[in-house]
């Protein structure tokens, strides 16, 4: 369970008080930064009404740069109250007395003799199990055929109807069960809508009362007579449980689409399976009944206990672990929310250990494998570009990255290193390194972007210093001409061309290298593994650079790129002004203009980004093809202006790209084809129309194509929404230039699978666990795969560990880990 570090919070807030407010720099992150994330993680056990006041503190943190020295005093004094408040709400809770109301059976005891003598075993099939008799076609389509199946088809989420309050003590937004007597009870069809039926219940306890609803519709429910048998079910003077979500109306507090079930008196046990109990909520299709499958689950829970266990005792004892069986059994129908936070928490580190445990052993085959591609760090091409052609002095994390790579290239186990770096650190630079290690041990190496503008982009960059050591470099895109490739090819066999640089042509073609020793990816998440395992496949074991601009957040990299080395560029070049990020609204798009043309007055230029190519129907955008007529004609007739979107031919993009790095063109509208690789350090203003459109981290390398020179940048995020999640997420990028920071911003916001741009993102297919709620399980259960690794890499002497890797590092990477 979540808990703040109270302590650590406060004296973050005391010592920027003691400061004078300077918004201090930490280990870290900056302390606005720091504060944004902390409040960011509500602890998990405060009702939903605080959450969302945890929520508002992260987000006016957010801004904390922007504001006035007199507005970060109040804030922060705003915060050590608030945080005072509700550490005292943590250890002293201030919930009403519970009333003593009736008691609801348990699931997990009850069922365990009714049940025993029809679901026997784990693997009988579903169809055989009478209770579930011909209801088994509905888990059918569900995908499950056997008990087994069935107990690890965990719910999605739960109901919290265990929680019994009195009528005065109900709050918004919180699901709970109450009793009353009835007072009233109507049955009636609307005056307005013949269709509809209106089912209205008003209970009292010693409380208050409250007025219940359901909304029916059809002809059968019109009937007087029907409408009469109803209310029957509930006489005046009755006693009823009811459980649902607590909503505020107009006329006070009603449950939405409540569960109802009539109590012979106060006294009574509560029989039914969704109220006053936590419920649990399925993933369902269409035409599968929930209550289908939660009766399904009740008859086959008895069977849990046959489950073993494969964790080693001592790793459940070490990290505070229930039995399996038990967290199986208490993840569908727990008693009560702590034994659910315990089910919960013990099949998270499952998730999270089986995958971490399987990057280890890959990690360990892989270094187990040899390479016949030992290079040569210290040899004279290297010592060359050093002395006479590197254009810049290296930074420090530059340095470090070079050496942890030239270290590997030196061993006889294949490399298989990440490097991380934001928006200009210097990827590239540490690359060409790597690159010419190879060249001067006798190798070819191959460098494979994602899209031809990057390709293009790392050529030309290549190209200027390679000539200048004698060394030939070729492009291998979609768009090579055949004569041209065929030439390639040629020089590629014979080993005369030492370096190619390409797109996915360089595995759709049929490239053979004569002796590739090193294979560079960069944006490699944009890459799917069978790709990059089939650019491997043209050398013996080559090393393996792979690089991305996009910074993600540790949980994130360790669910990604468990099995790899991973190297982060964490120091910008020197010089590197921040870039002037303000979020806008249309109606100061004129003074942006303005600026503009007083950018170009100094031979400046600028880029206008748009999300989409074309005028969509289902989207109010602005299209970067109608909008590059309209500037160029009426906004900016005395400027040249470009346009560049993906739908453009080779040769086109080619001559846009020149043109705008040649100065040519003063403006470029173009869409995200540039997010990525795009080097012309003449550009200072970047316009980004309908931000909101764009996720963090996509804004974030988009500002990157802006503040590669010399001279002050700014960037405007364009944006009509009111929306207040997106007005916060524009406001995290006016506050912030570090690349970490915004992704895991952009992870809780959208989530991991938008944070990599998109949802086929080779991500694991988590059941139960999140990147944002689990990260301290995540990191638990990669110590403890470290640890069983260390005792016994082949895992001999864990046999149903391993069985149990085997399925579930497949089932949750999928086909991928085959290849």
Request: charged share 25%.
């Amino acid at each position: 369970m979540h808990s703040p570090n109270w302590t650590r919070l406060q004296k973050a807030l005391a010592v920027e008080a003691e400061r004078d407010y300077p918004d201090l720099m930490g280990n870290e992150y900056r302390f606005s930064e720091f504060l944004c994330l902390s409040f960011g993680k509500p602890p998990s056990n405060i009702p939903i009404g605080e959450r969302r006041r945890w929520q508002e503190m992260a987000m006016r943190f957010a801004v904390y740069p922007q504001l006035e020295r007199s507005e970060r005093q109040h804030l922060v004094a705003d915060a050590r109250n608030f945080l005072s408040q509700q550490q005292k709400l943590s250890e002293t809770p201030t919930e009403p007395p519970e009333p003593k109301l009736p008691r609801t059976k348990t699931l997990v005891s009850s069922t365990t003799k009714s049940y025993a003598r029809s679901a026997t075993s784990l693997e009988q099939p579903l169809s055989q199990v009478i209770e579930i008799g011909r209801n088994s076609r509905y888990l059918e389509r569900l995908g499950l055929a056997t008990v087994r199946d069935l107990l690890f088809y965990y719910p999605r989420n739960h109901l919290d109807y265990a929680r019994q309050v009195t009528i005065a003590h109900l709050v918004p937004g919180e699901t709970v069960t109450i009793i009353g007597t009835v007072k009233s009870c109507k049955c009636f069809t609307s005056p307005k809508k013949k269709q509809l039926t209106i089912f209205e219940l008003v209970i009292q306890d010693l409380t208050g009362k409250i007025r219940l609803n359901h909304f029916l519709t059809g002809n059968r429910y019109s009937s007087r007579a029907w409408q009469e048998r109803y209310k029957r079910q509930y006489p005046i003077g009755s006693v009823v449980a009811a459980s649902g979500l607590v909503k505020q109306q107009k006329y006070g507090f009603t449950l939405e689409k409540p569960e109802i079930e009539v109590l012979d008196s106060h006294g009574d046990s509560i029989e039914s399976i969704k109220i006053g109990r936590i419920l649990p909520v399925y993933a369902l299709t269409e035409g599968v009944p929930a209550d289908s499958v939660r009766k399904a689950v009740i008859a086959t829970l008895p069977v849990a206990k046959q489950i073993k266990d494969p964790l080693p005792a001592t790793i459940r004892k070490q990290y505070g672990l229930i039995k399996l069986r038990d967290a199986i059994a208490n993840i569908h129908f727990p008693d009560h929310q702590e034994i659910l936070a315990h089910a919960r928490r013990r099949l998270v580190f499952d998730e999270f250990f089986y995958l971490q445990l399987g990057f280890l052993e890959r990690r360990q085959q892989f270094k187990q494998t040899q390479t016949s591609a030992t290079f040569n760090p210290q040899g004279e091409i290297i010592q060359r570009f050093s002395a006479e052609i590197l254009p810049f002095q290296l930074t420090n994390a530059q340095k470090r990255v070079i050496n942890e790579i030239l270290q590997d290239l030196s061993s006889s186990t294949p490399m298989n290193r990440l490097v991380q770096g934001d928006v200009g650190s210097g990827k590239t630079i540490v690359a060409v390194f790597a690159v010419l290690a190879a060249i001067q041990s006798g190798y070819q190496a191959a460098l494979m972007a994602p899209t031809e503008v990057l390709a293009e982009q790392h050529y030309r960059k290549l190209v200027s210093w390679f000539n200048l050591l004698h060394l030939p470099v070729e492009l291998l895109t979609g768009s090579t001409k055949t004569a041209k490739r065929r030439e390639i090819h040629s020089q590629l066999e014979t080993g005369e061309l030492p370096l190619l640089v390409g797109t996915h042509a360089l595995i759709q073609d049929p490239v053979n290298f004569y002796k590739l020793g090193l294979v560079v990816i960069d944006e490699q998440h944009r890459f799917g593994v069978q790709q990059r395992a089939r650019l491997l496949a043209k050398g013996q074991s080559p090393h393996v650079l792979t690089m991305t601009a996009t910074p993600i957040p540790r949980t994130l990299a360790l669910t990604l790129h468990g099995d790899l080395d991973v190297s982060q560029i964490d120091e910008l070049p020197p010089g590197r002004q921040a870039i002037q990020t303000k979020a806008l609204t249309g109606k100061q798009r004129s003074q942006v203009y303005d600026l503009i043309r007083r950018e170009i007055a100094q031979r400046r230029q600028a880029y206008v980004i748009f999300p989409l190519i074309e005028e969509s129907e289902k989207l109010d955008v602005r299209a970067a093809v109608e909008e590059h007529q309209r500037l160029s004609e009426v906004i900016f007739p005395e400027f040249k202006v470009g346009l560049l979107h993906g739908r453009m031919s080779s040769a086109d993009k080619d001559a846009a790209l020149n043109a705008f790095r040649d100065n040519q063109t003063q403006i470029i509208v173009s869409t995200t084809v540039i997010e990525v690789g795009v080097d012309v350090p003449n550009a200072t203003v970047m316009l980004i129309e309908n931000a909101e459109r764009f996720g963090l981290s996509q804004l974030h390398q988009l500002r990157g194509r802006v503040g590669r020179g010399s001279h002050k940048s700014f960037c405007f995020l364009m944006s009509s929404s009111t929306n207040q999640d997106s007005q916060q997420r524009l406001a995290v990028l006016e506050q912030s230039q570090d690349g970490f920071f915004i992704s895991e911003m952009d992870m809780r916001f959208r989530g991991p699978g938008e944070v990599l741009g998109t949802r086929q993102s080779g991500l694991p297919d988590f059941a139960l666990a999140s990147l944002v709620e689990d990260q301290e399980v995540l990191n638990l259960a990669r110590n403890a795969a470290e640890k069983i690794m260390l005792a016994d890499q082949n895992l001999c002497g864990f046999p149903s560990l391993k069985k149990e890797l085997a399925v579930r590092y497949q089932r949750m990477l999928g086909s991928d880990i085959l290849t």
